[in-house]
């Protein structure tokens, strides 16, 4: 993610531009903006992005709205000037007019939270009633999303990959999505090939721990001199070439002694077994 631009900010400004074909879809759009609007009865956001959307709507209906900058500078206001609350309350149930009114809203306050994390979609509301509109919307467009109360603001969330990337397409941010994906599908790429290197490590250190094992086994056996000299010359040569080349693999020692993979890895095992029972002997004599 690069950081002069936030996700949020590059769905914002994919989403912007485009002022809704449909009249009714006009006024929801601004309609999801007051939604979101903690100032009563404003239609206000921090984001000139989504006041500028909001207005552009507006004139497309022949609505004289302009915008207006109020507030200092850290907590500046865009609000939306000249027109009446009463004539964006569409409560529209079609769908086109739902995802107008979600674009509105997230222009306003969305926020797509830790994209290149397990991500999540959020949206501050002005109230519970606005919060809920938002999440009845969502379920239409068959997004699962929730109402939550934090620090005293009602909010709206989208959890799990899968439901933000339908989030974002729902609210027409394609290119939002399709980057989105793209940043999971790296993310599960990243994470099978962590899978993959931990069993690798895993094969490594059974390897040397077999390793140390047959040194081990050996230093036992040598040791014990008659017990040593019983060993089947097969065995000895195992031993002495595991002992001289500690760091070989199984095929590297197979091919000094000259014989299969399976008949050193079966002499190696016979060398530590053996070992073992002297270990037992040993330790039975006591
Ligand atoms: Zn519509």
Same mark, same amino acid.
């Given at each position: 993610?690069?950081?002069? +631009?936030?996700?949020? %900010?590059?769905?914002?400004?994919? =989403?912007? &531009? ?16 007051? =939604? ?19 207005? %552009? ?10 915008? !207006? ?7 500046? +206001? ?13 409560? !529209? ?75 974002? !397409? ?43 094992? %047959?040194?081990? !086994? ?10 040593? %000299? ?10 002495? =070439? ?9 095929? +590297? ?8 993979? &399976? ?24």
């Amino acid at each position: 993610m690069d950081g002069a +631009q936030s996700f949020t %900010q590059r769905v914002a400004a994919e =989403l912007a &531009p485009h002022t809704p074909l449909l009249a009714c879809c006009r006024r929801s759009l601004v309609e999801g903006l007051a =939604l979101v609007t903690t100032t009563p009865g404003a239609i206000a956001t921090t984001r000139p992005v989504a006041v500028r959307a909001a207005m %552009q709507a507006l004139h497309a209906e022949r609505i004289a709205a302009h915008v !207006s900058r109020v507030g200092a500078a850290r907590r500046v +206001q865009y609000v939306l000037v000249g027109v009446e609350t009463e004539v964006i309350e569409t409560r !529209s149930a079609r769908v086109c007019c739902r995802r107008s009114r979600l674009r509105g809203a997230f222009l306003g306050a969305g926020r797509l939270v830790r994209p290149d994390g397990e991500p999540y979609l959020e949206i501050g509301c002005a109230d519970e009633t606005g919060a809920t509109r938002l999440v009845d919307d969502f379920a239409v467009l068959e997004v699962t999303a929730r109402t939550r109360r934090r620090r005293g603001r009602w909010v709206v969330t989208v959890r799990s990959g899968l439901a933000v990337g339908a989030a974002l !397409s729902s609210i027409g941010a394609q290119a939002g999505r399709l980057s989105f994906e793209a940043g999971r599908v790296i993310r599960e790429v990243r994470s099978g090939v962590n899978r993959r290197l931990n069993a690798e490590t895993a094969n490594l250190r059974r390897t040397v721990a077999a390793g140390v094992r %047959q040194l081990e !086994s050996i230093a036992v056996l040598e040791a014990d001199m008659a017990r040593w %000299q019983a060993l089947p010359p097969a065995l000895r040569e195992a031993a002495a =070439l595991r002992a001289r080349h500690p760091d070989d693999d199984l095929a +590297q020692l197979a091919e000094r002694a000259g014989c299969s993979r &399976p008949a050193m890895a079966g002499r190696l095992h016979r060398l530590v077994a053996a070992a073992g029972e002297a270990g037992d002997r040993v330790r039975a004599r006591r």
